[in-house]
């Protein structure tokens, strides 16, 4: 585990370089999801792929600095390589949050430029930062400025009626302008009014080819590409026109596919692990985790799509749900769903 903030005071603006170490690989990516990727479910996905970047749940500064830092920020130490997504717009409170990233020792630091809920917008980050380049590029400057770690943008194709191939090129020029190399793109444009943030996910239609056509205009950054992608094969094509591919929901609800992404990918030549194995290794983690007061379904609900496309799926998923909320329940909920799931 990492160290809480309190036993490991950070020194911002003091010990952090100002260069960006590009080690990590960002071929493949699982997405931050709000509700989702929490640390049981990054826990999870990590016993499936050893090379997948993971990010986090989107956490606000607010959140951070005013409130539990090692609650928001702990994770355990097989997570790498991992990365941090802040929610804001205050470059001095960005740098902050930062410096607490670099002091949790993340790989990297991604801002939120693609959420388009209410509550974000009121906020003022996320997608409605894509109106406001210069202020992006002030917090790219004062994140980066605070922390040798990689900071990155997470942002849309464009938001409301500014969706235009040069509105998107003006953006990222000019965050790139300010030393910003990474650019993860989700290929749908965001209506901040009118739509809500599931529809946002679905109703605007995705544009590939514009993220494509990115990747030729700004050869030298590394062009991630988000949005609907759904099987391996199509992170594979992908990766013909740009620099990675991250997948969101279907790697949350179909998680098995991640087991192929190290020989899909990476060209490891390590064998998958079964899924078999992976909830043995979950069900382990799980037990030291209950013994710490977390509830059992809190950490389950995220491997319910484990068993998806083999005969009996819908006995696993079902046992877990309906059991592992009842008081006292324990590992032993997993073992009864397999075996559910096996007397058909
Ligand atoms: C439940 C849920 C929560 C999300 N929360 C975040 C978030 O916190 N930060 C963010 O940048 N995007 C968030 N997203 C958007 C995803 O990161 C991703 O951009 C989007 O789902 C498109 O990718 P996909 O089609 O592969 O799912 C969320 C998506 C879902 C489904």
Redesign the pocket.
């Known amino acids: 585990m990492v160290r809480s903030t309190d036993e490991q005071p950070h020194t911002i603006m003091s010990t952090h370089s100002t260069t960006a170490s590009t080690s990590i690989s960002r071929r493949f990516s699982v997405?931050?999801?709000?509700?989702?990727?929490d640390r049981y479910c990054r826990y999870f996905h990590r016993l499936l792929s050893k090379e997948t970047l993971l990010?986090t749940?989107?956490v606000t500064t607010g959140a951070l600095i005013h409130g539990d830092q090692y609650r928001h920020l702990h994770y355990h130490e097989s997570e790498h390589p991992i990365a941090l997504?802040l929610?804001g717009s205050d470059p001095k409170e960005l740098a902050i949050c930062a410096g607490l990233a670099s002091d949790y020792q993340y790989d990297e630091i991604?801002l939120?430029c693609?959420?388009p809920s209410d509550r974000v917008q009121s906020g003022k980050f996320?997608a409605t930062l894509m109106k406001d380049a210069s202020l992006v590029a002030d917090c790219f400057q004062a994140m980066q400025g605070v922390s040798n770690i990689p900071v990155t943008i997470?942002h849309r194709i464009g938001i409301d009626e500014q969706d235009s191939y040069q509105f998107l090129c003006d953006f990222i020029g000019t965050v790139a302008a300010a030393g910003c190399q990474t650019f993860?793109v989700?290929a749908?444009k965001a209506w901040l009014k009118g739509l809500s943030?599931?529809q946002n996910?679905e109703v605007p239609p995705l544009d590939y080819d514009r993220i494509y056509q990115l990747k030729q205009d700004f050869p030298e950054l590394e062009i991630i590409i988000?949005?609907?992608?759904?099987t391996l094969d199509e992170a594979v094509d992908h990766l013909n026109h740009v620099d990675g591919v991250?997948?969101?929901?279907?790697?949350?609800h179909n998680p098995y596919l991640l087991a192929d992404v190290d020989r899909t990918i990476y060209h490891s030549d390590r064998s998958p692990p079964t899924r078999l194995q992976v909830l043995e290794q979950f069900s382990n983690f799980v037990r030291g985790e209950l013994e710490s007061g977390i509830k059992l379904s809190h950490m389950t609900r995220h491997i319910l799509g484990l068993y998806q496309g083999v005969p009996g799926a819908r006995k696993f998923r079902r046992h877990i749900s309906e059991n592992a909320h009842l008081p006292g329940a324990d590992t032993d909920v997993l073992l009864q769903a397999l075996s559910a799931m096996n007397n058909r």
């Open positions: 997405a931050p999801m709000m509700d989702y990727t990010y749940e989107m997504q929610g991604n939120n693609g959420c996320g997470k993860i989700h749908r943030p599931k996910r988000n949005g609907g992608i759904k991250m997948m969101g929901r279907e790697a949350y």
